[in-house]
């Protein structure tokens, strides 16, 4: 199949609009650039965990609680971004999520107590989950014209993003207040916000893909059928499983480093850099891999190298064990979550990126409140041995795909 060079998008303008073509190239960097953008973000937030945990003076459980609110605020509107995608279009639904991320992101760092803490979380994650759900329907629509599975490039960006936001919060956390980096942050959001919006607004997204045509049936113009949904949810469990280790990492590796393992703030910012930082190296192999291993193979592999890296990052008894395991958590974790997302959206379009997001990055904002009350019971080392267990059952669960895909 010859690759896609031109994806003709409508225009606003008289009754139907005009049409003119949206160079693919052009497309595909503006969706790199709101992935980027999201995981700067959101790395940018969590190394200020710490400081604002102290800010509020919460304990680790009361810490989990507030966190609750990120995971409540995503879930609930990622139930509802796949109506607003197929309404509005994906395209414009990635830029008001990307400003609203942009603009909620200065607000934990108003806050004094635990209670409003969790409020203002809400709203960062119900941004958080929209913008999330919008661009990776934009990106499944993108990976359909183009016939080729780049999916794991979008989210590599988002794990460099990740890993220049993590870079920056920790130089920032020696010499900037909570309040001033935050802020900075939403201005570099929306700059970027602003800057890329235009390319998207241009139109809506490309065509379905057959497989999300034939995912309808004249009964359900609009929804799953029964055998897509049942696929759809499959993928979901093995996104939430590996999205559980990622969502453990991110807010609480940083403490995990400093508390247990005595960690400066800088070196323990650090620890999610590294871990962005292999998980992006590992994504931007991955449509190489996927065109050559298939999918099994590669949710497998992925699913056992991040236990036996997460297992050796939790129990490590020094900072460069436990950064080691990071690295080869990040690694294994790579490729399985866009895998997921990407094929749940090929079968059902907007629909099926909804599901398998709410249940995807359900694992990973609902996984931090989890290990809170957990290392409050036992351990944080013991609570992160927990993504060991969901990184095995993720491997697991891909090798039972393979007769659902044949992959």
Same mark, same amino acid.
């Not at 992160?384 to 891909?398: D, E, I, R, Y």
């Given at each position: 199949?010859?690759?896609? !060079?031109?994806?003709?998008?409508?225009? %606003? +303008?008289?009754?139907?609009?005009?049409?003119?073509?949206? #160079?693919?190239? &052009?497309?595909?960097?503006?969706?790199?650039?709101?992935?980027?953008?999201?995981?700067?973000?959101?790395? /940018?937030?969590?190394?200020?965990?710490?400081?604002?945990?102290?800010?509020? /003076?919460?304990?680790? *459980?009361?810490? +989990?609680?507030?966190?609750?609110?990120?995971?409540?605020?995503?879930?609930?509107?990622?139930?509802?971004? /796949?109506?607003?995608?197929?309404?509005?279009?994906?395209?414009?639904?990635?830029?008001?999520?990307?400003? $609203?991320? *942009?603009?909620?992101?200065?607000?934990?760092?108003?806050?004094?107590?635990?209670?409003?803490?969790?409020?203002?979380?809400?709203?960062?994650?119900?941004?958080?989950?929209?913008?999330?759900?919008?661009? !990776?329907?934009?990106?499944?629509?993108?990976?359909?014209?183009?016939?080729? %599975?780049?999916?794991?490039?979008?989210?590599?960006?988002?794990?460099?993003?990740?890993?220049?936001?993590?870079? $920056?919060?920790?130089?920032?956390?020696?010499?900037?207040?909570?309040?001033?980096?935050?802020?900075? $942050?939403?201005?570099?959001?929306?700059?970027?916000?602003?800057?890329?919006? #235009?390319? $998207?607004?241009?139109?809506?997204?490309?065509?379905?893909?057959?497989?999300? &045509?034939? +995912?309808?049936? %004249?009964?359900? %113009?609009?929804?799953?059928?029964? &055998?897509?949904? &049942?696929?759809?949810?499959?993928?979901?469990?093995?996104?939430?499983?590996?999205?559980?280790?990622?969502?453990?990492?991110?807010?609480?590796?940083?403490?995990?480093?400093?508390?247990?393992?005595?960690?400066?703030?800088?070196?323990?910012?650090?620890?999610?850099?590294?871990?962005?930082?292999?998980?992006?190296? =590992?994504?931007?192999?991955?449509?190489?891999?996927?065109?050559?291993?298939?999918?099994?193979?590669?949710?497998?592999?992925?699913?056992?190298?991040?236990?036996?890296?997460?297992?050796?990052?939790?129990?490590?008894?020094?900072?460069?064990?436990?950064?080691?395991?990071?690295?080869?958590? =990040?690694?294994?974790?790579? !490729?399985?979550?866009?895998?997921?997302? =990407?094929?749940?959206?090929?079968?059902?379009?907007?629909?099926?990126?909804?599901?398998?997001?709410?249940?995807?990055?359900? +694992?990973?904002?609902?996984?931090?409140?989890?290990?809170?009350?957990?290392?409050?019971?036992? *351990?944080?080392?013991?609570?992160?041995?927990?993504?060991?267990?969901?990184?095995?059952?993720?491997?697991?669960?891909?090798?039972?795909?393979? !007769?659902?895909?044949?992959?």
């Amino acid at each position: 199949m010859p690759h896609v !060079n031109k994806l003709r998008t409508a225009l %606003p +303008g008289g009754p139907g609009g005009d049409t003119a073509p949206l #160079p693919s190239a &052009r497309l595909r960097t503006a969706l790199t650039v709101f992935f980027a953008l999201d995981g700067f973000l959101f790395a /940018g937030w969590v190394v200020r965990i710490p400081a604002i945990k102290q800010q509020t /003076g919460a304990t680790a *459980s009361t810490l +989990g609680l507030a966190l609750l609110g990120v995971s409540a605020g995503a879930v609930i509107t990622m139930t509802l971004t /796949g109506r607003l995608c197929r309404r509005y279009g994906s395209h414009a639904v990635t830029v008001v999520c990307a400003v $609203l991320l *942009s603009l909620s992101i200065a607000l934990p760092a108003q806050m004094g107590s635990v209670l409003t803490l969790g409020l203002v979380l809400l709203l960062f994650g119900a941004a958080y989950g929209g913008l999330n759900v919008a661009m !990776n329907s934009a990106a499944v629509d993108l990976v359909a014209a183009l016939r080729r %599975p780049v999916m794991p490039s979008f989210h590599a960006a988002f794990s460099f993003g990740g890993m220049a936001g993590a870079g $920056l919060g920790g130089l920032a956390a020696g010499s900037l207040s909570p309040m001033v980096h935050l802020f900075a $942050l939403t201005g570099i959001g929306l700059l970027v916000a602003a800057a890329t919006a #235009p390319v $998207l607004l241009r139109g809506p997204a490309a065509a379905p893909s057959v497989e999300q &045509r034939a +995912g309808a049936t %004249p009964e359900q %113009p609009s929804g799953m059928s029964v &055998r897509a949904r &049942r696929i759809v949810i499959l993928f979901g469990v093995i996104a939430l499983c590996t999205a559980y280790g990622e969502g453990a990492l991110a807010e609480w590796g940083a403490l995990h480093l400093s508390q247990d393992l005595g960690a400066d703030p800088g070196l323990a910012a650090a620890g999610y850099s590294l871990f962005a930082l292999t998980m992006g190296i =590992g994504r931007l192999t991955g449509t190489a891999l996927l065109e050559r291993f298939g999918q099994t193979r590669t949710l497998v592999t992925g699913g056992v190298t991040a236990a036996a890296g997460m297992l050796l990052g939790a129990l490590a008894p020094a900072v460069w064990l436990a950064l080691l395991g990071f690295a080869v958590t =990040g690694l294994g974790l790579a !490729n399985i979550f866009p895998v997921a997302v =990407g094929r749940a959206g090929a079968l059902a379009g907007p629909s099926g990126v909804a599901a398998a997001s709410t249940l995807g990055y359900g +694992g990973m904002l609902l996984g931090p409140p989890v290990i809170g009350f957990l290392a409050d019971w036992s *351990s944080l080392p013991v609570a992160l041995t927990t993504v060991t267990l969901l990184a095995a059952t993720a491997a697991a669960l891909g090798w039972t795909a393979r !007769n659902a895909t044949n992959t």
